[in-house]
């Protein structure tokens, strides 16, 4: 049943929409050349994960794809499990400096992160987040049988 | 047609959000383009724009300040140069630099390590057993090291010389094949086999050591990059040292190497005071970018740091190889192998890149061979004074070439001690190969440098100017050119074949090694 105030009911959308907003404006940064601060960390890994197969240029461009889909995807809510199969596997990779690049991630490993560390950590929120607004999409059946039997009633 | 409006008007709105976004970061990147904060240089668009037009009523001296670029065979825009990664010290960087451009994010260096000491330690144990599988690949990939002497031929103190040429050889049959094609043929298809050689980890740069080097002293062994050449391509270790002012003593280093402990025991009674006090200077370590006793070193203990003689050694050359000093960032530095000391008192010019104009200068200017004298507040102090340099170039002015029985006193083959290969190896030195126009005189040397121009050759920041190497005694300097990108003599003349458009034939190259064994 929806919640009968409006800005409680479109909360998950806001929510989506500041999500994808994100996504899509650090997505966008990324195409431009030494203009996303995320750059050195993000390029880094994505090489170590191709075993250098990519360049540093190709790797950002990459991920650049990589994010404004995401972006567009929350976005304009379409295609909802290709996003949520995206957002799932960028989401892995954000995590992966914690591992591949420690010295770069942690004053001291595994409690102290330095400030790029930090910025890794607050990823969890994304995660929460993409969660929330993104789930109820990829399985809407599935949370509908479990309301009806929660409620049999309703 | 209203309602599929109203159904999709809010996609509509977050679209048009969307590109105002996109459209607002484009015009944020244009602005954030050539600034302080930039890596990127201005577009030529922009600079073109910004060039006062003829027909304008601007001045004659405004017109001098515009940006005009001076051409290379095409702008870093039409060849798709890519932009120099963004890393931070210690990270990979590509082996080939000669694709990339772009400015550093400051001239200025820092003593800070971007980890604490033990992750440095931790992150070049891990990183470097990679990178040095992937430099040895990507040298093997280039060069077939077989090891395959030239029979009969050795260094001043007997190591065998290398036969060439080993440089691989993409899509054609030969070089005879290769050097008929046009430079822009050899560009458009990529075939050209001479490119530049880059710092195996350019993002730190500095000294790296052969092993023949590292295992007599371990101290300078590097923990994230080692040499990537077989010690077989190097000078011989230790290296003959001969006096200009004793040449009836030949080797008077007599295959040992000149240290601290015995420079006195050999040299006392044959040098001058000044000379035995500029060569203990030349012995005496002192810090460096990377070699010190801070943490912001390549070595596991902290280090006493480097002489000149360390790669010097004995006056010579040990192939050790630097980063020349004169461009920032460090991505854009060329490689430079260390030249031999050897004949410097016939040099009036020194250094591959930086046009130096005296020893003494030479000795003065080595700011932790880095071009930047501010790191010398943290490392600890250089800064040697001018009578130390006097002295340091009084022994650097007696350093003599290697014997060269062949030659007579105006550099001359003896026609009777020379075989016939060798004879026709001087005429082509003197003719057709055109050798002799850059390298002629007591040291086979203009003192001049020459911009050969090899972006002709393959598509890459230009090099610009390199200074030109002195002949004389060059069997014992493999490997060849300012970083070392021609293993052997052989490889230098296919070189200098292609560049200079020489249409050598077989036999003409090997001539030209003979007589070039003989300087």
Redo the contacts between chains.
Sequence with gaps: MPHENVYVYQSPTFLRLALGLVYFHFGVLKFYPDLSPAELIATQTVMNVSFHYLDAQTAQFALAILETVIGLGLILNVFPRITFILFLMHMIGTFLPLVLLPELTFKIAPLAPNIEGQYIFKNIVFVAAGWTVLLPQVFPQRLRDSASKASPNS | MWSFVKKHSS?AI??FV?LV??FG??L??DK?RGTGL???PLSSARLEAAEPQPDSDTSVAAKNVSYRRTTPAAPFEEDNL??Y????KG??T?FDLWKYY?RGVSSFGSPIL???FE??L??HSKQKPGLMA?VHAYMHDRFDFSGEAIPGTFMSAGKPIMRGPIARLASVKSFEELAALKPSEIRKRDLFPYKPLAHPLQSNAHMVFPQMWTKAHPEHERIDVDMDFPDTYLPEFPPALFLSTHKELGDVAGGREITLDNYYEIFDGLLTPEQMEGLKELLRPSPTTWFNHTDHRVTKSPSKGVACFDCHVNGHTNAAFELGPDSRPNMSRLRTDTPTMRGNYNLMQFSSKRSIRSMDHFSEVEEYFDGDPGMQQAIGPRAVKREVTNRMGDFNSIIDYPPAPKLNPLMRLIPDLATEQELRGEELFHGKAQCAKCHYGPAFVDDYMHDLQVERFYVCRPEGPIKTFPLRGIKDSPPYLHDGRCPTLHDTVEFFNLVLELKLTKGEKDDLVAYLLCL
């Design positions: 996609k977050l679209v969307l976004l996109t970061i484009h944020t990147y954030y930039s890596r990127l890519q932009l990664p963004t890393i931070t990270m990979r590509p772009g971007p980890m604490r992750q440095w931790d992150f992937d």
